[in-house]
């Protein structure tokens, strides 16, 4: 069983970064598949980025490219999603997951966090 306490997040101007975090307990990260999620009001969960088992391997949704990196620390068990030139858009609430297998941009995660908002003030 792995549990996953997220951190950071909160309200930020446009143009502003945040830095969330996801740290892993019950387990290590390592071999592990990490994903970011975000959900916003009325809209579904949607992907955000993803990190392989070996952190070699990156994924991003198109929006956030060039502006979002996700990072992992096995030795702090711990996965970052740092966020920049941050847009209303953004505003949602983030969820990280890990599932033990290949990195994925579906929702088939086997772990979720219990989620942080995400508020992206004009």
């Known amino acids: 069983q792995v549990q996953l306490v997220q951190s950071g997040g909160g309200l930020v101007q446009a143009g502003g970064s945040l830095r969330l975090s996801c740290a892993a307990s019950?387990?290590?990260?390592?071999?592990?598949?990490v994903g970011w999620f975000r959900q916003a009001p009325g809209r579904e969960r949607e992907f955000v980025a993803a990190?392989?088992?070996?952190?070699?391997?990156?994924y991003y949704e198109d929006s956030v490219k060039g502006r979002f990196t996700i990072s992992r620390d096995d030795a702090k068990n711990t996965v970052y999603l740092q966020m920049n030139s941050l847009k209303p858009d953004d505003t949602a609430v983030y969820y990280c997951?890990?599932?033990?297998?290949?990195?994925?941009?579906?929702?088939?995660?086997?772990?979720w966090g219990q989620g942080t908002q995400v508020t992206v003030s004009s």
């Open positions: 019950g387990r290590t990260f390592s071999g592990y598949s």
């Open positions: 990190i392989s088992r070996n952190g070699i391997s990156t």
């Open positions: 997951a890990t599932r033990n297998g290949i990195i994925s941009t579906s929702i088939d995660y086997d772990y």
